[in-house]
């Protein structure tokens, strides 16, 4: 049973940066995609970045880019999502989900989902 549990979120003030991780177990991840969406109160959940497992070919969504670096780290089964220059708006509940293929951009595409960890941003 595939497993994905979040840590690293926090309050934080704008500018500041914080990294979460996303510990992965109950399978070998190569031939999956990686990604993190987020949910701000009141809004859909949306794409933030994804990495595939096996090359490491990343993506970002345009509000983020140049600003959140998405990694993972093979030996330890953990995908991270580095944030700097946090803004208010990056406040909501960040989830990581992982998905058997290439490229998604979508949650529909993705089978598995972690509980969420909260990021706040204050101004």
Same mark, same amino acid.
């Given at each position: 049973?595939?497993?994905?549990?979040?840590?690293?979120? #926090?309050?934080?003030? $704008?500018?500041?940066? %914080?990294? %979460?991780?996303? $510990? $992965?177990?109950?399978? @070998?991840?190569?031939?999956?995609? !990686? &990604?993190? *969406?987020?949910?701000?109160? #009141?809004?859909?959940?949306?794409?933030?970045?994804?990495?595939?497992? @096996?090359?490491? /070919?990343?993506?970002?969504?345009?509000?983020?880019?140049?600003? *959140?670096?998405?990694?993972?780290?093979? &030996?330890?089964?953990?995908?991270? %999502?580095? !944030?700097?220059? %946090?803004?208010?708006?990056? /406040?909501?509940? =960040? =989830?990581? $989900? &992982?998905?058997?293929? #290439?490229? &998604? !951009? *979508?949650?529909?595409?993705?089978? =598995?989902? #972690?509980?969420?960890?909260?990021? @706040?941003?204050?101004?």
């Amino acid at each position: 049973q595939v497993q994905l549990v979040e840590s690293g979120g #926090g309050l934080v003030q $704008a500018g500041d940066s %914080l990294r %979460l991780s996303c $510990a $992965a177990s109950g399978r @070998t991840f190569s031939g999956y995609v !990686m &990604a993190w *969406f987020r949910q701000a109160p #009141g809004k859909e959940r949306e794409f933030v970045a994804f990495i595939i497992w @096996t090359s490491g /070919s990343t993506y970002y969504a345009d509000s983020v880019k140049g600003r *959140f670096t998405i990694s993972r780290d093979n &030996a330890k089964n953990t995908v991270y %999502l580095q !944030m700097n220059s %946090l803004k208010p708006e990056d /406040s909501a509940v =960040y =989830y990581c $989900a &992982a998905a058997r293929g #290439g490229r &998604a !951009m *979508f949650k529909r595409e993705y089978e =598995y989902w #972690g509980q969420g960890t909260q990021v @706040t941003v204050s101004s």
